[in-house]
C-alpha cells in the first residue's frame, strides 16, 4: 500500500533546470524524513540531499549546494527536488526515500535524469 511515486525526470541541456517530485501515500508523510538519491551508470547510489519532517532544515551533497533545493508540501504528501545549473555529471537515476524515526524506510521507483547536449 506504501508509495513512492517520482516524477519529473527527462532529458536536459548543460545549464539548464529541472524539478522531480515525489509523492507519497500509505504513510502519514509528515512524519517521515525525506531524501533523494542518485545513481550514475556503474556507480555506487550516493546521497543526493535530505529534508527535515516539518522543512525546517535540509542538507546537500557538496557536489550540488548551491544548485540543487529540496522542499516539501507536507499538505500535498509530496517533496520535490529542484535542479538548477544542470551538469552531465548529474546524469542519473534520481530515487526519493522517505525514513521514519521508528525505522521504516521506503523508496521510490526512479526516475532518470540526463545532462546531455
Known amino acids: 500500500q506504501v508509495q513512492l511515486v517520482e516524477s519529473g525526470g527527462g532529458l536536459v541541456q548543460p545549464g539548464g533546470s529541472l524539478r522531480l517530485s515525489c509523492a507519497a501515500s500509505?504513510?502519514?508523510?509528515?512524519?517521515?524524513?525525506m531524501s533523494w538519491y542518485r545513481q550514475a551508470p556503474g556507480k555506487e547510489r550516493e546521497l543526493v540531499g535530505s529534508?527535515?519532517?516539518?522543512?525546517?532544515?535540509?542538507n546537500y551533497a557538496d557536489s550540488v549546494k548551491g544548485r540543487f533545493t529540496i522542499s516539501r508540501d507536507n499538505a500535498k504528501n509530496t517533496v520535490y527536488l529542484q535542479m538548477n545549473i544542470l551538469k552531465p555529471e548529474d546524469t542519473a537515476v534520481y530515487y526519493c526515500?522517505?525514513?521514519?524515526?521508528?525505522?521504516?524506510?521506503?523508496w521510490g521507483q526512479g526516475t532518470q535524469v540526463t545532462v546531455s547536449s
Open positions: 529534508i527535515v519532517r516539518d522543512g525546517g532544515s535540509t
Open positions: 526515500k522517505g525514513t521514519s524515526w521508528w525505522g521504516p524506510t521506503y
Open positions: 500509505g504513510i502519514s508523510f509528515s512524519n517521515y524524513v
